[in-house]
């Protein structure tokens, strides 16, 4: 009794295992864009970490876009997924180096000594005090920090799921021609 429970919910999560990696992704990407519109923001620049946090949000929310709609492309259209693959790969690398740019200001964040660092700059006669991180960037929210780096490492991880989805997908949509149909064409038969 317990094992067909178990066999039915194992059968139902594989039937839909797609659709549950595109709900996470979207979500993930979802903060991810939230924390990295706040640290832009915040910073009021959008200078190099600006335009790479940018760049991340168009690639990741594009490839989420297209990822949703794996399941609804033809079967004859399965070279599609060959570039669902490719901006897969990039939006896992650009989202990494989101992730990387705000690891340090995160780890800074989370210490208690971390306002130990401080500059004071003089701008336009007036001191202003600006928190330097242990690395030297300058500290201007934790919380925004904080939301991209959890989004962007689930949503890291979730793109790496989808890879293998899509890959099985694939797969599975070119088996026959690859297993099959081939293997008569060569003469190699069982």
Do not use: W
Not at 8 to 35: M, P, T
Not at 53 to 60: A, D, N, R, S
Request: net charge neutral; with cysteine; hydrophobic share 50%.
């Amino acid at each position: 009794m317990a094992s067909e429970c178990i066999e039915r919910i194992i059968a139902f999560s594989r039937k839909f295992l797609s659709l549950f990696i595109a709900i996470i992704l979207a979500i993930a990407v979802a903060i991810y864009v939230v924390g990295s519109s706040v640290v832009i923001s915040k910073d009021k620049s959008f200078g190099n970490i600006g335009f790479s946090h940018f760049l991340g949000i168009l690639l990741t929310a594009t490839t989420t876009l297209t990822y949703i709609t794996l399941h609804f492309l033809p079967r004859k259209a399965y070279r599609l997924l060959y570039a669902i693959t490719l901006l897969l790969l990039f939006s896992i690398l650009f989202c990494a180096h989101s992730l990387g740019l705000t690891a340090p200001t995160v780890t800074d964040c989370g210490k208690d000594e971390f306002m130990q660092i401080i500059a004071n700059l003089t701008e336009t006669q007036r001191n202003v005090s600006i928190e330097v991180g242990s690395l030297g960037q300058e500290i201007n929210t934790c919380s925004g920090n904080d939301v991209l780096f959890a989004g962007s490492l689930i949503a890291v991880i979730m793109m790496v799921a989808a890879i293998f989805d899509v890959q099985m997908v694939l797969l599975h949509r070119v088996r026959s021609k690859t297993y099959g149909e081939r293997f008569v064409e060569m003469g190699i038969t069982n």
